[in-house]
Nanobody, 116 residues
Framework: QVQLVESGGGLVQAGGSLRLSCVAS????????MGWYRRAPGKQRELVAR???????YYTDSVKGRFTISRDNAKNTVYLQMSSLKPEDTAVYYC??????????WGQGTQVTVSS
């Protein structure tokens, strides 16, 4: 069964931290590259961080130095540690394999709201 369950979002003040978790079904997690995406109000979904099965990471410039992606291959789980949060980080955060399109399965996401 295809599954993506994101959790850990919430309301936090600017400068605060949150840790997101995503449990994926094996069929998705086995696709090597996993990523965290976000969709801010009025904007398209963007990939903010990705990680290979071997632990190689990539971050978009706007989160570099503040976000850390990691994964536990034994638990089919991907994490996103977010620090020094800014109001512009407010979005619904999703995880999925890198390259997922609108036609692929997506979870419900988890809302992150950063107040100024």
């Amino acid at each position: 069964q295809v599954q993506l369950v994101e959790s850990g979002g919430g309301l936090v003040q600017a400068g605060g931290s949150l840790r997101l978790s995503c449990v994926a079904s094996r069929s998705i997690f086995s696709r090597n590259l996993m990523g965290w995406y976000r969709r801010a109000p009025g904007k398209q979904r963007e990939l903010v961080a990705r990680i290979s099965s071997g632990g190689i990471t990539y971050y978009t410039d706007s989160v570099k130095g503040r976000f850390t992606i990691s994964r536990d291959n034994a638990k089919n789980t991907v994490y996103l540690q977010m620090s020094s949060l800014k109001p512009e980080d407010t979005a619904v955060y999703y995880c999925n394999f890198v390259g997922a399109t609108l036609y692929d399965y997506w979870g419900q996401g988890t809302q992150v709201t950063v107040s100024s």
